[in-house]
């Protein structure tokens, strides 16, 4: 079934309709109507995707029929926006393009089971879950490849999706090479062709990632408030001196910094150059 969502508000009336605040108590009505896998093959419009977005659908609905003994059945995000918007930038650099996208979301179709609506997070403006397995899907589909972040517990998941000029399987070839473990046996297949990249991935996501450095930094702000200046200096360092994890611990600098020995000052007199180079005026409350 489809999804359609009615977003207004929960109060009786509005006395300005228009007033950006009534985000801030929004209420959300779906309502879910038949449909099945050729529902973008109806489309006259965008061909060229319609045979990519079905490939995909008829995957998950396979999926889901052969793997759900309990009939707990799944709540599927379908990123159509996303997809064409992806196609306008493949188009754009004519069919080779790398992706790199950081955002919460999910990529393991596990995390799709069961019939809920989805979550709408607020604000200041309205966000929902990345599907990034769906997303990766799409470029294989499309003759790429995907590298997904491994980490499951992860409120940053990073993706990276890789588009050559060739497609070993033609746009007109039905679903049949995709079926079952198909997308994720192409996938490897075309993946061995890169083994630095994968390699990249794995060293810079994969075996520690930027939601591991949030995890750590967030810990030490929050439950070890004495920490130790030669500490600070380490996260800052691990950090490429970011002008924001200075910002965290600046009273921890402060207060220790008179007391320092020569070396661990020198060491952060020199990373406080890195830091203004990094740092980007966007809050003028931190200064």
């Known amino acids: 079934k489809e999804g359609l969502i009615s977003v207004g508000s929960s109060r009786q009336s509005e006395q300005n309709p228009l007033d950006p605040a009534i985000i801030e108590h929004m209420a959300n009505e779906y309502k879910y109507i038949a449909t099945d896998t050729d529902y973008y093959a109806q489309d006259g419009q965008n061909k060229c995707d319609n045979v990519h977005f079905s490939r995909i659908l008829e995957w998950y609905y396979q999926y889901f029929q052969k793997n759900d003994p309990a009939n707990l059945g799944a709540s599927i995000l379908f990123p159509v926006g996303a997809m064409r ?32 609506d989805p979550h709408l997070a607020v604000h200041g403006s309205l966000s929902l879950m990345v599907n990034y397995h769906c997303l990766g899907s799409y470029f294989i589909s499309r003759g790429g490849f995907a590298l997904n972040n491994s980490t499951e517990e992860a409120s940053l998941k990073v993706s990276c999706f890789v588009l050559t000029e060739t497609n070993d399987i033609e746009d007109c070839v039905g679903f049949e090479p995709f079926a079952d473990d198909g997308f994720e046996r192409i996938n490897n297949e075309r993946l061995k062709q890169f083994p630095m990249l994968r390699q990249a991935f794995n060293d810079a996501i994969d075996s520690f990632g930027p939601n591991d450095f949030f995890v750590i930094q967030k810990s030490l702000k929050e439950d070890a408030p004495n920490i130790k200046l030669k500490g600070v200096v380490a996260l800052l360092k691990l950090s490429d001196w970011d002008a924001d994890i200075f910002y965290k611990f600046r009273d921890s600098i402060l207060c220790q910094v008179c007391g320092a020995g020569f070396k661990l000052r020198s060491d952060l007199s020199r990373g406080t ?6 740092y980007f005026a966007l809050d003028p409350q931190k200064d």
């Open 85 to 116: 918007s992806l196609r306008e930038l493949i188009k754009f650099s004519k069919g080779r393009v790398i992706v790199l996208s950081g955002d919460k979301g999910n990529n393991d179709p596990e995390h799709f089971r069961g019939l809920v």
């Open 273 to 278: 150059r890195r830091i203004w180079e990094n």
